[in-house]
């Protein structure tokens, strides 16, 4: 079993900026990847950023490209989310995840922490 636990969301007005964390415990696996996950009211959840733990490559949908960016820290267990340039549409609930493997696709990941709320004043 894997716990994920996020932190570092609130309120912000657009332009901002926020800092989001989840720290991961119990079972580890040989190789894994990490990513943010998020849903605004009334549409589904989608991707938002990944990253390979083994040599730190990273993948970001393209609305967040540019002002997103993920990273990790070994030693702490630990992946963040630096959002830079918020807008209001960037609004949702913000969901870590983690699967193993060494593919980077958007898909098939499966543990997920309780969310955190990102919001985005005009």
């Known amino acids: 079993q894997v716990q994920l636990v996020e932190s570092g969301g609130g309120l912000v007005q657009a332009g901002g900026s926020l800092r989001l964390s989840c720290a991961a415990s119990?079972?580890?696996?040989?190789?894994?990847?990490m990513g943010w996950f998020r849903q605004a009211p009334g549409k589904e959840r989608e991707f938002v950023a990944g990253?390979?733990?083994?040599?730190?490559?990273?993948y970001y949908t393209d609305s967040v490209k540019g002002r997103f960016t993920i990273s990790r820290d070994n030693a702490k267990n630990t992946v963040y989310l630096q959002m830079n340039s918020l807008k209001p549409e960037d609004t949702a609930v913000y969901y870590c995840?983690?699967?193993?493997?060494?593919?980077?696709?958007?898909?098939?990941?499966?543990?997920w922490g309780q969310g955190t709320q990102v919001t985005v004043s005009s």
């Open positions: 990253i390979r733990w083994r040599d730190d490559r990273t």
């Open positions: 119990g079972r580890t696996f040989s190789r894994y990847v």
């Open positions: 995840a983690v699967k193993s493997g060494d593919i980077l696709a958007t898909s098939q990941y499966n543990y």
